[in-house]
């Protein structure tokens, strides 16, 4: 079953903005292939939701497993073309417009986009809070 307009409608939740920038390849004079970031984003200003749905547990009156490890995901419109290993920039955004949290990371290269009908989910590698 189809929904019309889900998309769009779903879209009216994502509140985040996100910049991709896309690993660019030159091979040096010594015949290696470098690999580095695009210094400007591929996809700027993107809307997106940022999620942490797998946030592990910490396990009572045990310090040594006191850590909490998270996988964020990110929710995007379904059209956005984002290649495995790509850096991608998240600012969670205020009702005002003011940026109040950034994240960064890359796309996990073992794990493709998930795609539905109405968009489409990647995990990050993340590795860094602003």
Known sequence: MKFP???????????????????????????????????????????CRISFPNLDKALPFNDMQETIISDPKIICDRNLDIPAGSRVEVRRLSSSGDVYQSFEGLVLKSANPSKYESHQEFFLNMFGDA
């Open 5 to 47: 307009n889900v998309a769009s409608k779903l879209a009216l939740l994502w509140t985040d903005r996100m910049d991709v920038y896309f690993v660019e390849e030159e091979v040096s004079p010594a015949g290696e292939t470098i690999r580095k970031y695009a210094t400007l984003p591929a996809l700027k200003d993107q809307i």
